[in-house]
């Protein structure tokens, strides 16, 4: 189970990304989060889905125009700001799936999990922006490799393989990935089936759903052999499948 942004609940007060949901949703007993990761203004990476920062605080400045001081006072009431280098050195125990979501934040988030590569995955819908990462990563002297995700390209190949059941192609889309993280659809198009599934195994990638928040749909996906489902509901996930 893989907690979307943390955990937060209907009434919560708190927004997602922040120090409380991360808490939160470590408290339910999660292990496992998802994040996402931009750049402010001078420059330190923080957790922060949105280009803007408006859904959250009704502020309609982008994060990147905000330094960390005034992105920090804006989010003060809404549960905390977290950077990553207090999500990953404040929450040891946490694994964390991080989203690498500007260009501008590959650089950072490579050289901050370098010394936490052992507990980290990293995903960007973007490859330039996954491998940027990971480069940064080994030049901070990384004793390995974080795991990594398809991204869109990647994703895109997989499909192609799927379509024709070729195990030798889907090995070359998921050369150097650790995990397929896709939806079950995407508008019209079925991404998650089995032939799907028994591919990205036989490639040894894991699979990954998202964002998944129904309990009964989470037991069929675990069935047909889906390994992670990332979900904004890690409480009651973990309470039915844990």
């Known amino acids: 189970m893989i907690a979307h942004r943390g955990l937060t609940l209907p009434d919560d007060t708190h927004a997602e990304n922040t120090l409380a949901s991360v808490a939160s949703a470590l408290s339910a007993g999660a292990v496992y989060v998802e994040s996402d990761c931009r750049v402010t203004r001078d420059g330190v990476v923080v957790l922060f889905h949105d280009d803007t920062v408006e ?42 799936n991080l989203d690498v979501k500007a260009a501008a934040a590959a650089e950072g988030v490579g050289r901050l999990v370098a010394p936490h590569a052992e507990r980290v995955l990293v995903a960007s819908f973007s490859d330039e922006r996954r491998l940027a990462a990971l480069a940064a990563s080994a030049d901070a002297g990384a004793e390995i490799r974080p795991a990594t995700s398809a991204g869109r390209g990647a994703i895109t190949r997989m499909l192609a393989a799927t379509s024709v059941g070729s195990a030798r192609l889907a090995r070359r889309a998921l050369d150097g990935i650790d995990a397929l993280q896709v939806p079950e659809r995407s508008g ?40 992670g489902i990332v979900t904004d509901r890690a409480d009651l996930a973990l309470d039915a499948l844990g």
């Open 188 to 227: 019209r198009i079925r991404v998650l089936s089995d032939r799907l599934i028994r591919l990205a195994h036989d490639a040894g990638a894991e699979v990954h759903v998202w964002t998944v928040n129904d309990i009964e749909r989470m037991r069929e996906l675990v069935a047909r052999g889906v390994d």
């Open 55 to 96: 859904r959250v605080t009704g502020d309609p400045r982008p994060v990147a125009d905000l330094t960390l001081r005034e992105l920090d006072a804006l989010m003060e009431d809404r549960g905390g700001l977290l950077t990553l280098a207090t999500a990953l050195d404040g929450f040891p125990e946490a694994r964390w």
